[in-house]
């Protein structure tokens, strides 16, 4: 089967009209170096190719978290077409011996069942990373030029797509030891762990060291502070004081950076309440980069915050075509789901995240409530208690108790969760309280995560155990007074 896709191309790219574009899929680099840890080079370097080709007009570029679930080198690449709707396969291998790294690239045409390009690299450690640069640029241009056909003669670049690539390609370091440590922080901070993700933030500390100057490692370090904070393992206000400075520090040196502007749109929807900016900031981003699925997940979960949940619904489908095995996607479709009261539907897709992402944080508890509204006790107990994140636990559990009319095990988890998460999650606080139906204390939680800008008071809008609030005549003036 053959596989294209449609998609408007931005005003920069000299047309308003529908364009059929090159599809591709860049597989994990296979390690044949028989050291485990080198795994972080082989994954890297597929990563960096995924990321700068997602920013070339005119190629619709599969996302890292669907096309690293293919790691199989035996893997069938008419499976991956299959399964990612693309026509072409960017496949890797890497091997180190005698003191330099090996790399084999070959594009593999899926309705052909061949390859159409490949090429061999040797390299040194402190120049391993060129080849990102060669590689992007050659499979610009054989797509380009042969297309999802493969068909004529392999092209030279041209230099225009040698410019593209170079520009995609800004925000990174010189420094070969700096992009190591970079590449081991990315590699740490796709398990969404907190241990791993205190690593990754140091080795993101040791790469600025080296190179003051290296764009997306700044980029990269305010995200993995957000994540810190966002997730209540370090202080909240801590947490969101670092991950600003390091945003700002990226924008400072590349003002362009997509990777940058997208953290940006974070703070100003979470933090500032700047809705309608975080959503201009979001339609420049996917100008920019068409392919970037990100920006559409996050458009979504802005238009879900804003209550626009069928608008959310339809771009995360949009993500999912780009990204089709996200499981961060999947967890957001789920939350507008249950909140329209698609229950059956919103379960299926917390199923399909956790078959992604087993310990994905919160999406148990989550899970948990769809299950409790469909009258399911069991299942949703079964569910929170086994929700990896204590506060997302803590409260999910508590909510399940009280509905069942345990109390005095509802008030004991309650005052777990107070006395552990007061600072860091008092919308979850106040979530226990609205499911019992004590809406003065809901309410003074509410405004102490108001106060505290926290992110998961975003959430409540909509959510179904929040309706008790939601019916108080103080509700709207809280909507009000509170930006949100």
């Known amino acids: 089967m053959r596989y294209t896709h449609r998609m408007m191309l931005s005003p920069s790219s000299g047309t308003g009209t529908d364009a059929i574009v090159a599809s591709i899929a860049v597989l994990p680099f296979v390690n044949h170096g028989g050291d485990a840890d080198d795994e972080y080079l082989s994954d890297g370097l597929a990563d960096e190719l995924q990321?700068?080709?997602?920013?070339?007009?005119?190629?619709?570029?599969?996302?890292?978290?669907?096309?690293?679930?293919?790691?199989?080198?035996?893997?069938?690449?008419a499976e991956v077409g299959s399964a990612l709707?693309?026509?072409s396969v960017l496949r890797g291998d890497v091997r180190?011996?005698?003191?330099?790294?090996?790399?084999?690239?070959?594009?593999?045409?899926?309705?052909?069942?061949?390859?159409?390009?490949?090429?061999?690299?040797?390299?040194?450690?402190?120049?391993?990373?060129?080849?990102?640069?060669l590689i992007a640029t050659a499979v610009v241009a054989e797509?380009?030029?042969?297309?999802?056909?493969?068909?004529?003669?392999?092209?030279?670049?041209?230099?225009?797509?040698?410019?593209?690539?170079?520009?995609?390609?800004?925000?990174?370091?010189?420094?070969?030891?700096?992009?190591?440590?970079?590449?081991?922080?990315?590699h740490l901070l796709e398990h969404f762990d907190r241990e791993d993700t205190a690593?990754?933030?140091?080795?993101?500390?040791?790469?600025?060291?080296?190179?003051?100057?290296f764009a997306l490692a700044w980029a990269q370090l305010g995200?993995?502070?957000?994540?810190?904070?966002?997730?209540?393992?370090?202080?909240?206000?801590?947490?969101?004081?670092?991950?600003?400075?390091?945003?700002?520090?990226?924008?400072?040196?590349?003002?362009?950076?997509?990777?940058?502007?997208?953290?940006?749109?974070?703070?100003?929807?979470?933090?500032?309440?700047?809705?309608?900016?975080?959503?201009s900031l979001l339609r420049k981003v996917m100008e920019q980069a068409p392919g970037d699925a990100r920006a559409l997940r996050f458009s979504g979960v802005i238009a879900m915050h804003a209550g626009r949940l069928e608008e959310a619904i339809g771009l995360y489908h949009r993500a999912l075509e780009l990204d089709p095995l996200s499981a961060r996607t999947q967890h957001s479709l789920a939350w507008s789901l249950h909140c329209l009261g698609r229950h059956v539907e919103a379960v299926a897709a917390y199923r399909k995240a956790l078959e992604l992402v087993p310990n994905m944080t919160g999406t148990r508890a989550l899970l948990s409530i769809v299950l409790l509204d469909l009258g399911r006790g069991d299942e949703a107990r079964a569910e929170a208690e086994a929700e990896p994140n204590e506060a997302m636990r803590l409260y999910?559990?508590?909510?399940?108790?009280?509905?069942?009319?345990?109390?005095?095990?509802?008030?004991?988890?309650?005052?777990?969760?107070?006395?552990?998460?007061?600072?860091d999650a008092p919308s979850q606080i106040a979530g226990v309280y609205a499911t019992r139906g004590d809406l003065d204390q809901a309410f003074?939680?509410?405004?102490?995560?108001?106060?505290?800008?926290?992110?998961?008071?975003?959430?409540?809008?909509?959510?179904?155990n929040f309706r008790p609030v939601r019916s108080d005549p103080r509700w709207g003036a809280f909507l009000r007074r509170t930006g949100l």
Do not use: M
Not at 244 to 253: G, N
Not at 399 to 422: K, P, S, V
Not at 444 to 464: C, K, Q, S, V, Y
């Open 51 to 77: 990321q700068v080709l997602a920013k070339i007009q005119g190629l619709r570029v599969c996302a890292r978290s669907s096309s690293f679930h293919f790691r199989r080198p035996d893997i069938d690449p």
């Open 85 to 87: 709707k693309v026509a």
């Open 96 to 133: 180190k011996s005698g003191g330099q790294w090996s790399i084999s690239v070959r594009l593999v045409n899926v309705a052909l069942g061949r390859e159409t390009w490949s090429r061999s690299y040797r390299r040194p450690p402190d120049d391993v990373f060129a080849v990102v640069e």
């Open 143 to 186: 797509l380009r030029t042969r297309g999802n056909d493969g068909v004529g003669s392999s092209p030279e670049p041209s230099a225009q797509v040698r410019a593209e690539v170079a520009n995609a390609l800004r925000g990174r370091s010189g420094n070969a030891e700096a992009r190591r440590l970079y590449l081991r922080a990315r």
């Open 199 to 213: 690593t990754a933030i140091g080795h993101l500390e040791r790469a600025l060291d080296l190179d003051p100057e």
């Open 223 to 279: 995200e993995a502070c957000y994540r810190q904070a966002g997730y209540g393992w370090v202080p909240l206000q801590k947490g969101r004081r670092r991950a600003r400075e390091a945003r700002e520090r990226a924008l400072a040196i590349e003002p362009d950076l997509i990777e940058g502007h997208l953290a940006v749109a974070a703070a100003l929807h979470y933090d500032e309440r700047d809705h309608e900016g975080a959503e």
């Open 396 to 423: 999910a559990v508590a909510c399940i108790e009280w509905t069942y009319g345990h109390g005095a095990e509802a008030d004991a988890l309650l005052d777990r969760l107070i006395e552990r998460f007061a600072d």
């Open 444 to 464: 003074e939680w509410l405004e102490r995560a108001h106060a505290i800008r926290d992110p998961g008071l975003l959430e409540l809008r909509n959510f179904p």
